[in-house]
């Protein structure tokens, strides 16, 4: 930001050979990791005190272990690409310079959540990562923005369903849903401390591990224990910490935060809201997932709300024309299946890890080859304004379908191998999991059906797009860092879990850290149950995708005759299933009536109470000053009443 | 016949009556002085009669200071009223009502 000015353009590669500098120490110390013994890969630095007051010590500690190691590669490694990307994406911006310092900002900020020691600057990270995106989707700040918004006059016929919107809403309705769940982070800490005494991951993550437990694992609230925090205490700290997941990783309730925050500048709804801020709720769960084995209430709430924010996203999904709203209500429920994983315990820590890993990938290209078909085409956003652009940009085609193939869970792609670890996990857990499973497994098929349409809208078919538009391929920097990111797509999962449908290196490598205090399996049951699970989800997908080629490709249905004729239920999926309006309702409108409510009770009880008064003594006053006549006359009788009635007052004395 | 004290003193409570409402009630100011002067017979002649009813010379010793006195007051107060009455023409008591609130 010192130098932005003068350095323009450079800015950009500055930033990006930093963030890659920090990806090659990252996987420096990943490998130092790998070096020490399989239970011995924790570095602890303790660094300067940060402040104590009374029993509590603080300071900026950092934890490097085998779940920090995987999230800083994932997040060096994926924001060096998205970095290198937007050197091409925002050429020509006169705030480049402050855009790459806010990139920078971030990655540092991510980085302190995920290697903090402590809870406090972990919150330090987790707020910083807000912070920054709100001053990133708000980034174009002074720019009208043509966004597809569903509004009021959702009506398939109208030509032009675009309204423009402004990013500050945007930015600031991402802060206020994060802000709310972090109130759920402090309220914790703040249990945390009084029930443990330290904020420290050592004193109270490690706690559990010397707690008590029942063999077999029985499910029974408690069957887990932390000395010092009760089987309640432990409910609450989790759910708590929970809301603070659902407000940063949008789940339900407080997901609406993400599809607008699309006003912002494409490379950063990749980086922050596909691959690095919005899985940090993912990371939490995992870090403290002895706090969800302490509570098997907690631990299904998450797997619930997963699940339901899955599919209420994918649902939601269907019904978007905008290019980037169907990829953020995919992130959301991607995030779901993220947490449906970490959420199980210790059969799914591992899935949902390595989902979130696959997921950055093949999100993050998502976003950045949407970036690429809207710098083609004039910044529009809208499907129905595409078509057969797989010949105008081949890169960007190709990178797209290798992500679209892992996204619907494609055989042997990285996203089939983390979606079917997860699905597994969930069914093999029983109870709560069966229902995830299920809905899973629907979500799955809603994904597959979604992402065709995108893909095949977008550049399949007719070219649909207006006279006098010539979209073209996006130079090198933009589309290197798809081919990289579209490659890991595909093949990421086969390295990640060699070529097995359970278990796998990453796992492995994880196992250490994520075992729970239950004494339970890390995988699935066995190979041919997690086959089986495979073939139904891959036959899932495939009826999701083949539903969409008939809809759109096939040319047999006129989809936009459709939605006309099923305008309410196209209305209500377009919507977001009214969500939006129903907190517009409670919040600005039931806010608006208690300060209108306030307002008149403010003017008319208190200002005329005092009011009042004011007047009431004013008119005795008026009436008082009848008394000064400034007659004469009027004293003197006074004076003759007041010596009336002191006589008489001596004369009745003195008989 | 044999007139009882009783008699003056009811003449004298009749006439400073009559003074007072005099006082309170008549608008010209030299007739308020009268009534004044009224008042202050009145009390004279109550000091007389009690006086020769105790049988001593004390009554009419104070009706004569009660006398120089009100010679004196009836100077100063007319020097008064006629100092004002030059300013104005009127002799009413009510147009001197700069202290009305």
Same mark, same amino acid.
């Given at each position: ?14 930033? $990006? ?207 887990? $224990? ?39 500048? $494409? ?101 950045l080859g949407a970036g690429s078909v809207m710098h083609a085409n004039d910044g529009d956003t809208d499907v129905k304004h595409f078509g057969g652009l797989r010949q105008a940009m081949p890169l960007t085609w190709w990178t797209t379908v290798a992500a679209w193939l892992a996204i619907i869970g494609f055989p042997l792609t990285a996203g089939f191998y983390s979606k079917d670890q997860v699905l597994a996990a969930a069914f093999s857990h029983g109870g709560v999991g069966l229902f995830a499973w299920v809905v899973g497994l629907l979500t799955a098929g809603l994904t597959a059906f979604y992402m065709s349409r995108l893909v095949f809208l977008t550049f399949l078919g007719e070219p649909r797009w207006p006279e006098g538009r010539h979209p073209h391929e996006s130079p090198a920097v933009m589309t290197v860092p798809l081919l990289v990111l579209g490659a890991l797509a595909l093949v990421a999962g086969v390295l990640l879990t060699g070529g097995g449908l359970v278990g796998g290196p990453l796992a492995r ?119 000064? $006549? ?26 | ?101």
């Amino acid at each position: 930001m010192l130098l932005g000015r003068r350095l323009g353009r450079a800015a950009g590669w500055l930033a $990006t050979a930093l963030v890659a500098a920090s990806f090659v120490v990252a996987v420096a110390a990943f490998f130092t990791l790998l070096g020490g013994a399989a239970d011995a890969r924790t570095v602890v630095l303790r660094g300067y005190e940060w402040f104590s007051a009374g029993d509590l010590r603080v300071a900026f500690d950092l934890r490097f272990d085998q779940l920090s190691a995987v999230m800083a590669m994932v997040v060096t490694g994926v924001s060096a690409l998205i970095h290198l990307y937007s050197i091409g994406y925002m050429a020509g911006d006169e705030r480049i310079a402050t855009f790459f310092a806010y990139l920078n900002l971030f990655v540092a900020a991510m980085l302190t959540l995920v290697l903090a020691q402590n809870f406090l600057v972990m919150f330090l990270g987790w707020e910083g990562v807000g912070v920054c995106s709100y001053l990133l989707i708000g980034f174009w700040f002074n720019r009208r923005l043509p966004v597809v918004q569903p509004g009021a006059r959702l009506d398939p016929d109208t030509p032009d369903e675009t309204q423009e919107v402004w990013a500050p809403p945007a930015a600031k309705k991402a802060f206020l849903a994060n802000r709310i769940g972090d109130v759920g982070f402090l309220i914790a800490m703040f249990l945390i401390f009084q029930q443990l005494g330290s904020l420290d991951f050592d004193d109270v993550l490690g706690r559990a591990e010397r707690g008590v437990f029942v063999a077999g694992g029985v499910a029974r609230v408690g069957a887990v $224990t932390i000395p010092g925090l009760g089987a309640g205490a432990a409910t609450a700290v989790a759910l708590l910490l929970f809301l603070a997941c659902a407000g940063k990783s949008a789940q339900l309730p407080l997901y609406v935060w993400l599809p607008d925050a699309m006003a912002g500048p $494409t490379p950063v709804s990749a980086l922050i809201h596909a691959a690095t801020m919005v899985t940090a709720g993912v990371y939490l769960v995992a870090r403290t997932h002895v706090l969800f084995e302490a509570s098997k209430t907690a631990a299904a709430v998450v797997v619930v709300v997963g699940a339901l924010t899955a599919l209420l996203a994918a649902l939601i999904a269907i019904g978007q024309d905008d290019l980037k709203k169907i990829l953020a209500y995919s992130t959301v429920s991607q995030l779901g299946y993220m947490f449906v994983g970490v959420g199980l315990g210790p059969v799914g820590y591992a899935a949902g890890l390595f989902h979130l890993v696959t997921h950055a990938f093949f999100k993050a290209q998502l976003f950045l080859g949407a970036g690429s078909v809207m710098h083609a085409n004039d910044g529009d956003t809208d499907v129905k304004h595409f078509g057969g652009l797989r010949q105008a940009m081949p890169l960007t085609w190709w990178t797209t379908v290798a992500a679209w193939l892992a996204i619907i869970g494609f055989p042997l792609t990285a996203g089939f191998y983390s979606k079917d670890q997860v699905l597994a996990a969930a069914f093999s857990h029983g109870g709560v999991g069966l229902f995830a499973w299920v809905v899973g497994l629907l979500t799955a098929g809603l994904t597959a059906f979604y992402m065709s349409r995108l893909v095949f809208l977008t550049f399949l078919g007719e070219p649909r797009w207006p006279e006098g538009r010539h979209p073209h391929e996006s130079p090198a920097v933009m589309t290197v860092p798809l081919l990289v990111l579209g490659a890991l797509a595909l093949v990421a999962g086969v390295l990640l879990t060699g070529g097995g449908l359970v278990g796998g290196p990453l796992a492995r490598f994880l196992e250490p850290v994520l075992v729970g205090a239950l004494p339970a399996p890390l995988e699935a049951e066995s190979f041919a149950q997690a086959f089986l699970l495979s073939v139904l989800a891959t036959l899932v997908a495939a009826a999701g995708l083949a539903v969409a080629w008939w809809l759109y490709l096939s040319g047999r249905v006129d989809w936009l005759e459709q939605r006309r004729r099923r305008a309410g239920a196209w209305r209500a999926l377009a919507s977001g299933l009214y969500v939006d309006r129903a907190y517009e309702l409670v919040t600005v409108r039931l806010d608006g009536a208690v300060a209108r409510m306030a307002d008149l009770f403010d003017r008319r009880v208190v200002d005329g109470a005092v009011d009042g008064l004011a007047d009431a003594v004013g008119a005795a006053a008026r009436r008082g000053r009848g008394l000064q $006549t400034g007659l004469v006359r009027t004293y003197a009788v006074g004076v003759l009443g007041g010596a009336v009635l002191i006589v008489a007052f001596l004369v009745v004395r003195a008989t | 016949m044999r007139v009882g004290t009783n008699a003056y003193l009811l003449l004298s409570a009749l006439l400073f009556t009559i003074g007072v409402v005099g006082v309170l009630i008549r608008r010209n100011a030299i007739v308020v002085f009268m009534c004044i002067e009224l008042m202050l017979n009145a009390v004279n002649l109550s000091f007389l009669a009690f006086g020769r009813a105790a049988g001593s010379l004390d009554g009419q010793i104070l009706a004569f200071f009660v006398m120089v006195v009100a010679a004196a007051e009836v100077v100063v107060g007319l020097g008064i009223l006629v100092a004002i009455f030059r300013k104005r023409s009127s002799t009413s008591v009510d147009d001197v009502d700069l202290l009305k609130g």
